[in-house]
């Protein structure tokens, strides 16, 4: 039996793919459905009373470049790392991590204002930070962790000259369910939690 030419092609598709389904006559190619999420904290309890209040301009944070992209990232053994193309953050990290500083401090009453963006009027403090890690701890895939770490650098500039005034580094992880990026992200915005109470924590003690 001869079989029309394009019958040919529609089989040849069929044989080709493998995952090619016929729904009301159109052929559909099913892919993974990609979801995508935020980074968040959000400050508890009232604001710190702050015996100095200076402005502050937070810049743009860095992230570390073996994390950088809106992927999330697993760590699978000491030194073998995978990204995830279809559980995604919604944007860069970096810049969710820098909002979230800010509006955390302008809930702190540490700083007053404090803004994201450059002013004529300058500002008696600047913020910049580095997401040095941020990653999906796998290399126990029963008991995942999430693991994040942020380095911020607190810095002035008066007549011009830039002086460090305070730099550290926080670190935190945390046990989440496995296969569950819903808990990863959970675990994220926890560590995230941690890191802004520590680092409010040690300003307050600062002479500013």
């Not at 793919?17 to 999420?37: A, M």
């Not at 008696?124 to 770490?149: H, I, K, M, Q």
């Not at 650098?153 to 819903?182: N, W």
């Amino acid at each position: 039996m001869k079989i029309p030419f394009p019958l040919i092609g529609i089989l040849l598709l069929l044989a080709t793919t493998g995952c090619v389904k016929v729904d009301r006559g159109i052929l559909e190619k099913s892919y993974p459905e990609k979801h995508l999420y935020a980074l968040e904290a959000l400050r508890a309890g009232p604001p710190v009373p702050s015996r100095s209040l200076k402005s502050l301009r937070v810049r743009s944070f860095q992230i570390s470049p073996m994390f950088k992209g809106r992927s999330f990232i697993y760590r699978l053994d000491e030194n073998r790392y995978q990204g995830d193309f279809y559980n995604r953050f919604f944007a860069d990290p970096s810049d969710m991590v820098a909002s979230t500083v800010a509006s955390w401090l302008g809930d702190s009453a540490l700083f007053r204002p404090v803004s994201t963006t450059a002013t004529q009027l300058g500002a008696d403090y600047f913020l910049e930070g580095t997401v040095e890690t941020l990653y999906g701890d796998y290399r126990s895939p029963e008991a995942p962790r999430s693991v994040l770490e942020i380095q911020f650098l607190l810095i002035t500039a008066p007549q011009g000259q830039v002086k460090l005034v305070f730099e550290r580094s926080y670190q935190a992880s945390l046990p989440v369910a496995p296969d569950s990026p819903e808990a990863l992200v959970t675990g994220w915005d926890q560590a995230l939690t941690q890191i802004l109470s520590r680092f409010e924590q040690d300003l307050s003690g600062l002479s500013l």
